[in-house]
């Protein structure tokens, strides 16, 4: 299942967060900032990028980003469970993908693409969670999110002011090589109706989280990973 949200994004500016930050359009970091590699795989991925540590630290980790995150969860994500209590990833994941940048994040790369499931090595998400990306830019066909619907894998192909849901059991990823001239920067996050939550599904198989391993009932506990609203 896929679908899309749109939410007010002069209230929830994102963009305009990380852009101050910056002091650049998100577009043309690469022009500013200089990355470590041109090429990620997924033991030392892009969000191994210092860049990317040092946006948690000074921009995700603050209270005043907690404040707006709560709110923007409150407002435009628990509607989408009906405004039945939830589960939902602290605080999101920030993602950078290089203009002229490669990853390669699955085992096997299909048609240039990293196409998987989130619930496949080395993140063994659970799947009662729902998925949620944020573009942070206007994509274009080579740096946007793409997945599988009837067989066609298709561009997200949405605007700024729009986020994509998609169940566990969506084919996704992104295309290996951007050749966009424009870097892609994204927020993504998982949540989940709290009665949704099923610990026995979880074991102790190892997780890989920004190179470092953990068990998969430890990282994805409702105290670890969650929080709830
Ligand atoms: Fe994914």
């Not at 900032?33 to 090429?39: G, L, M, N, S, T």
């Not at 709110?71 to 989408?80: L, N, R, T």
């Not at 997200?156 to 566990?168: G, K, V």
């Not at 090589?177 to 190892?206: G, M, Q, V, W």
Request: proline residues 4%.
């Amino acid at each position: 299942m896929i679908k899309k949200i749109i939410y007010d994004q002069t209230k929830y500016n994102f963009k305009n967060v990380f852009e101050k930050y910056f002091e650049e359009s998100l577009e043309k970091l690469h022009k500013k900032f200089v990355f470590e590699r041109r090429f990620s795989n997924m033991a030392g991925g892009t969000e191994e990028f210092s860049l990317v540590a040092e946006t948690y630290a000074k921009v995700i980790q603050t209270n005043v980003f907690n404040k707006l995150w709560i709110s923007f969860i409150h407002d435009v994500i628990k509607p989408y469970f009906d405004d039945k209590p939830i589960y939902v990833q602290k605080l999101p994941s920030f993602r950078l993908f290089p203009s002229y940048h490669s990853i390669q994040y699955v085992k096997k790369i299909t048609d240039g693409y990293n196409k998987h499931l989130d619930s496949e090595p080395p993140y063994y998400h659970p799947n009662f969670e729902t998925g949620f990306w944020l573009p942070l830019i206007e994509c274009d066909h080579n740096n946007d999110f793409y997945y599988e619907d009837d067989d066609w894998y298709r561009r997200a192909d949405i605007r700024e002011n729009e986020i994509l849901a998609f169940s566990s059991d969506v084919v996704h990823g992104n295309r290996v090589h951007n050749e966009s001239p424009n870097t892609r920067c994204s927020l993504d996050f998982k949540a989940l109706a709290l009665d949704d939550y099923d610990e026995n599904i979880l074991t102790d198989r190892i997780i890989l989280k920004r190179g470092q391993k953990f068990k998969q009932n430890d990282w994805y506990s409702t105290k670890h990973y969650y929080m709830e609203m």
